[in-house]
Structures are given as structure tokens and as C-alpha cells.
């Protein structure tokens, strides 16, 4: 997105040292042998003219956000898988499409035009077959797996490309006969599928025969919300960076009040012109959505951490949230502190000078102590009857 020129050209994302390694690679790099968690100077053997960028995960996150945020649109159970990858339950949305893969080319196409980003799209009736279905078609397929096609589209596809299947079980499945996930779906094998695979192998069983959960674990609320934005030009100046700061924060409140969220946990990221990352936080004393809190607490990070060095990207994180109806505000010595019931009789009775009013407890029981005090005595008159 920030670098059409790279388009279509090997280009890797990792360190710039010729110590460090690759964190991944794109279609063309790959196509040469080169991959994720490879030594950069190994790559460069493999392809002189390879282009390295550095990480940006501060970017990475917010693209994140965006494109779980624009799929919420379409249904809010949503859970995330990893950083650019999730499950979506669409039950309900989906009937308001004609067909299954209508709904799948909406989403496809609203990422790719409002984020720029290219996806593929898995449709089917529990997580695994999604999952399988989503990688079928890389990097821009929309792919429907019903379990009446589990024998033709998912049966004949490498064990090795099974998910749950791990690199060292797959020589395990292999010496075994076991080649295929069909193979891995036959009752003949189940005995040796057992074996290896101990107390996951029903469940992997059934999976490779098309049955698996179709529940998904999802919150409506965010564990985090997090503005951030990189400068166009560096900053190098306390003041530059607290105005800076303040803007974010606005920001950052604004969409903390729209959600519906107040959080304990403000965190800030520096970058400087380095690319190098630095992330303090500070927990506050109670759960807030307010700007003068949350500048506060960033105002005081930012005061003890700057560095003249020089910014080009800034970020602040609001953690630890909940929903703001749901949080029990706690009275502090800043506050009146609400009366109680009792409190309430008391000052009452100092007015009239007696006690003429109570509460309907302390009026239970002492009419229950009163019961029971008769209750003795009677006991008692009787004992005394009986031994007469």
C-alpha cells in the first residue's frame, strides 16, 4: 500500500543487518525459495536485487483494527485468529443473500476497496472446513466447502496441508500409508491415527471427515483501542510531541465514548527516526473515558520519556476495558459519599430528637428475636409442667 513500486517485485520484511532474518516474504519472493525466518544473507544469495523493508507493526495493528472493524459491520461475533486473520459466524447475515458466495464477494470487495488490502474468503458450516476452505485460493479466492464436497475438494489435498497437523507428525501419518486427509478420514487407518496422534485423533478424525465446531469465542467488547499516527514531518520538541499527544488523545477518547468503553490502562508508543519502538504505560486509578485523565496520565509518560533524538510516529492505547454500564464506580475521598439506609434513619431520628423511624430490617429482626425469645420461655414452662 505505501510502496506500489514494490508490486509484483520480490520484497521480504525483516531486519536491514545482514545478521538478521526475514519475518516474511511476498508471492514473488517466494516463487525464488525464499521464505519467513530466513537468514538475510542467505536470502540475498538466493537473489541479489531483493528488497528488504523494515517491520512497522504499529501500521500493521491499525490495519488490523480497520479490517476487523469493517467486518464487524456484517456480523459483531467475530473472532480473531491472529493479527489479519479471523472467523465470522453469518448465520443470520447470510439470509439476506441469494447465495452463500454473494455474501463472501461483498466482503472481498469492501476490504479491498476501502483498505486496499486483498483477502480469501472460506465459506462453510463449521470453523475447520472454513479455515481449509480460506486457504484453498490464495490470495485473492473465495472458496465454498459443503460437507456433501468434503470427498472431492477436501479428501484429496496433502496431510501436510491439514491445520492441526504438525511438521514432525507428518512423517509419523506418512510411514503409515497416511498421505492424504481422505487417508487420514478412512476407518482402516484409525488404529494408527490413534497412535500418533494420542488423545487428538478422534477429533482430528473428525475433522478430516467434515464435522467440527461451528462456536465461535467472541467478546463485543475490544481488549484495547489505540490511535496512532505517523508524522510528516519528525518531531524533536517536548511541546511538538505533547500537542501532538493531545491530539491523539481526543481521538482516542472520542472512540472510547462511542464504544461504549472506559479503560484503566494508557500505554504510548515512540518511534523514532531509527524505526526503533519504545512503549511505556501507566495504569490509572479507576476506569475512565474522559480526556483530562487520559491526557494526564500521557502528558506525564511522554514528559519522562522524550528524547531529543527526534519522532516520526507517535501512539496512544487505552487497556484493560470494559463496558462503561457495567462498572461499579467506586466512592474516593474526592467524592460525597452516599448515605445508606441506616445512615438515613439516624439522621432522621437526630431531628426529631427520638427514635421514631427504623428500617425494615432492624424491624424483622427484631420481631424474629422476639419470637424466639418467646419461643424459650415457653419451652421452658413446659419442662417445668412436665416435671410437676
Known amino acids: 500500500l505505501r510502496h506500489p513500486e514494490y508490486k509484483d517485485k520480490p520484497m521480504a520484511v525483516g531486519s536491514l543487518s545482514s545478521r538478521g532474518v526475514l519475518s516474511t516474504a511476498n508471492y514473488a519472493a517466494r516463487a525464488l525459495g525464499i521464505h519467513s525466518a530466513m ?3 542467505q536470502a540475498k544469495q538466493l537473489y541479489p536485487d531483493l528488497i528488504i523493508v523494515p517491520g512497522d507493526h504499529a501500521y500493521y495493528r491499525k490495519l488490523s483494527g480497520d479490517f476487523f472493524r469493517l ?5 459483531p461475533m467475530l473472532e480473531p485468529v491472529s493479527i489479519d486473520e479471523c ?3 453469518v448465520t443470520d447475515t447470510i439470509r439476506r443473500y441469494r447465495r452463500p458466495l454473494d455474501l463472501a464477494v461483498a466482503i472481498q470487495t469492501a476490504v479491498y476497496e476501502e483498505l486496499g488490502l486483498r483477502c480469501s474468503i472460506g465459506v462453510a458450516p463449521n470453523r475447520f472446513l472454513a479455515k481449509m476452505a480460506s486457504d484453498m485460493r490464495k490470495p485473492m479466492g473465495i472458496t465454498v466447502l459443503r460437507k456433501s464436497e468434503v470427498p472431492v475438494k477436501l479428501w484429496p489435498m496433502d496431510i501436510g496441508s491439514m491445520v492441526g497437523i504438525g511438521k514432525k507428525t507428518v512423517p509419523l501419518l506418512r510411514r503409515e500409508g497416511i498421505d492424504t486427509i481422505g487417508e487420514l478420514a478412512d476407518p482402516v487407518h484409525e488404529q494408527a491415527v490413534r497412535r500418533i496422534l494420542g488423545k487428538n485423533a478422534l477429533s482430528m478424525i473428525a475433522r478430516a471427515r467434515g464435522n467440527g465446531s461451528d462456536k465461535l469465542e467472541f467478546s463485543s467488547t475490544h481488549k484495547s483501542v489505540s490511535v496512532s499516527r505517523t508524522l510528516n514531518v519528525d518531531i524533536y520538541t517536548l511541546e511538538e510531541a505533547l500537542s501532538f499527544a493531545r491530539d491523539l488523545c481526543r481521538e482516542l477518547v472520542r472512540r472510547l465514548q462511542k464504544d461504549g468503553q472506559k479503560g484503566m490502562l494508557v500505554s504510548v508508543v ?3 527516526v531509527d524505526f ?3 512503549v511505556r504505560s501507566r495504569s490509572l486509578d479507576r476506569y475512565t473515558n474522559q480526556f483530562e485523565p487520559v491526557y494526564e496520565a500521557v ?3 511522554v514528559e519522562q520519556n522524550f528524547e531529543s533524538a527526534g519522532y516520526r510516529h507517535m501512539g496512544v492505547t487505552m487497556g484493560s476495558l470494559q463496558n462503561a454500564e457495567h462498572i461499579m464506580e467506586q466512592p474516593t475521598i474526592f467524592e460525597p459519599v452516599q ?3 441506616r445512615d438515613v434513619v439516624n439522621l432522621l431520628n437526630r431531628k426529631f430528637d427520638q427514635s421514631v423511624f427504623t428500617t425494615a430490617g432492624d424491624l424483622l429482626r427484631s420481631k424474629a428475636d422476639s419470637t424466639a425469645g418467646l419461643s424459650g ?3 421452658q414452662k413446659e419442662g417445668k409442667d412436665e416435671q410437676q
Request: charge should be positive; avoid cysteine.
Open 39 to 41: 537468514p538475510v544473507f
Open 71 to 75: 467486518l464487524r459491520r456484517y456480523s
Open 87 to 89: 472467523f465470522l459466524d
Open 270 to 272: 515512540f518511534r523514532d
Open 276 to 278: 526503533r519502538n519504545k
Open 299 to 301: 502528558q506525564s509518560i
Open 339 to 341: 448515605d445508606t439506609a
Open 377 to 379: 420461655e415457653t419451652k
